[in-house]
């Protein structure tokens, strides 16, 4: 997941699952101002991480006032 600050900015990341639930937040701080990108491990190996079964999943990426949602698909 790739996404672009223009300022310095206190960015959440979030995955949620079709029921709304959210099943990890990858990112949650400050971020400084330029090109970022995360790399989403939904094999579980994240500290109190459980697996992820194949799906459609929602990101939801805050970043001070703006919000963006993606639909995203994992396939294992």
Do not use: C, W
Not at 11 to 18: A, D, F, P, R
Not at 33 to 51: E, M, Q, T
């Amino acid at each position: 997941i790739e996404y672009t600050l223009t300022t310095p900015s206190i960015v959440q990341l979030e995955i949620y699952n079709t029921l709304g639930e959210i099943v990890a937040q990858p990112v949650n701080g400050s971020r400084a101002a330029g090109k970022h990108s995360v790399v989403f491990d939904a094999g579980g190996r994240a500290r109190h991480a459980v697996p992820l079964p194949s799906g459609v999943y929602i990101y939801r990426l805050t970043a001070g006032d703006k919000i963006v949602s993606r639909k995203m698909i994992l396939v294992r």
